[in-house]
């Protein structure tokens, strides 16, 4: 069953640090070098200082970013810039946002869910499901903070099943909409707001609505197998057992939004490659067996609005099956890929093996390169113009671009017990950093 447990939320104390904008953050792992510097630069406050602190020259075992953080969370606390509550809470959470430009339905949108924590769960042994594969330095840099600060600073992301909105409407009578304990508009203009249900009927109510309901990880693996571990770690240190009841590191922050919600996003990433692939006349012979393939030709001056048509055709045929955009260095022409009925109506394949991001993996990727491309080959993004641009101003080799995977997909695949490809999704918009903490009672 999914645990859920209210606790005693560490939140920013207005009254010593101002606007609730200069101390939060992005997740840690979309904040690049320049943004971690101007976030440090905003406010000596800020929680960057905890979440991804800087690194210097001289750093040792006992100096270093982890051992800043802890140091500065005690002094935060200390001085009452940080307020722990005097008892237990459930954080509603609301994100008004608005879709990045070239997606579908690029308007206004309202992300719904509250944020507490929830009682951890091996994998494969309860409701809590991954979707996605993990890589191991990611988890030792973020046990090394959790070991460090017996903290958790950002919440993982995690969708449930509500097709009644039996737990949105539950939250919704119970907190004053109109006054939120926190109301801030983050750098790209998005309102977050943060509410707090503490009367013990409601919480008791919400929590056990939430006791069925299975919850499929969005984001936050890293942060997830990190806390699995670190739990393991508490337990060998201490000698407790599970039957000793509920300790502070058996718990972790999520925050939970329904899978019905309309105001849920899932972006697409799409894969740049900086590593030669063969000329369009090669690529036409290697994938016919598998792809319709059209070419879409443009000139400098036609480019713009090409570019735009050829977006909106990788998306409107997306929605009936896999279609995959392709941009080659030096070639004015984008070619559409859309997979052959045939393969389309294939049966045997794991909901993991239809996937369009494993399709391409599969039947594009493989085809075109003699060997495999490796990390260090492959850029990420999410944004469509950045990365036909990166292939039209000569950085990359070639682009590959994806429609995005369903909300029922990543379901599905969860459900079965198994793993999307690495960078598969890109769930939006991110929940902000330093909202509300964890600090372990201990």
């Not at 640090?17 to 979309?30: E, H, L, M, Q």
């Not at 013990?200 to 069925?212: G, N, V």
């Not at 997830?224 to 407790?240: F, I, N, P, S």
């Not at 599970?242 to 894969?271: K, W």
Request: glycine fraction near 6%; proline fraction near 7%; aromatic fraction near 8%.
């Amino acid at each position: 069953m999914a645990n859920i447990l209210p606790f005693r939320g560490t939140l920013y104390n207005q009254e010593v640090v101002g606007d609730s904008r200069n101390v939060v953050a992005p997740p840690y792992d979309v904040i690049g070098t320049e943004a971690q510097k101007a976030l440090h630069a905003r406010h000596p406050n800020n929680v960057i200082r905890l979440e991804l602190g800087s690194d210097y020259p001289d750093d040792g075992p006992s100096q270093n970013r982890y051992t800043r953080a802890a140091s500065f969370l005690h002094d935060w606390l200390a001085r009452g810039a940080l307020r722990r509550d005097p008892e237990p809470a459930i954080y509603p959470y609301r994100i008004e946002y608005r879709v990045p430009s070239g997606e579908p339905g690029a308007d206004r949108r309202i992300l719904k869910g509250f944020l507490s924590l929830v009682e951890l769960e091996e994998f494969g042994t309860g409701r809590i499901f991954p979707h996605e594969n993990t890589r191991s330095a990611a988890k030792t840099d973020r046990l090394k903070l959790l070991e460090t600060c017996r903290a958790q600073f950002s919440p993982i992301f995690s969708l449930f099943s509500d097709p009644g909105e039996t737990v949105n409407q539950l939250i919704e009578k119970s907190v004053n909409v109109d006054r939120p304990r926190v109301d801030v508009q983050d750098d790209s203009g998005f309102r977050h707001q943060l509410w707090a249900m503490t009367h013990r009927d409601i919480l008791r109510e919400l929590t056990e609505a939430m006791q069925p309901k299975p919850l499929f990880i969005a984001d936050g693996h890293h942060r997830y197998e990190t806390a699995l571990t670190y739990r393991r770690l508490r337990r060998q240190q201490t000698g407790r057992q599970t039957s000793d009841g509920v300790q502070p590191y058996d718990g972790v922050l999520m925050l939970f939004s329904s899978l019905e919600d309309p105001g849920l996003t899932i972006l697409p990433t799409h894969r740049v490659l900086k590593t030669p692939v063969p000329a369009v006349t090669q690529i036409r012979e290697r994938l016919r067996g598998r792809f319709e393939i059209e070419a879409v030709s443009f000139t400098s001056d036609t480019e713009p609005e090409t570019r735009r048509r050829f977006l909106r055709t990788l998306r409107e045929r997306g929605l009936a099956g896999q279609v995959f955009g392709l941009a080659l260095r030096g070639a004015q022409t984008y070619l559409l890929l859309s997979l052959k009925s045939e393969l389309r109506s294939h049966t045997v394949a794991s909901a993991r093996d239809r996937l369009d991001v494993s399709i391409l993996h599969s039947h594009i990727l493989s085809p075109l390169l003699a060997s495999d491309p490796g990390e260090d080959s492959i850029l990420y993004t999410k944004d469509d113009d950045e990365a036909l641009d990166w292939v039209c101003q000569g950085m990359a080799e070639a682009a590959l671009l994806l429609n995005p995977t369903k909300v029922n997909e990543v379901q599905a695949v969860a459900a079965a017990g198994d793993r999307m490809p690495h960078k598969s999704t890109y769930f939006f918009p991110k929940p902000l950093t330093g909202l509300v903490m964890n600090v372990f009672e201990e």
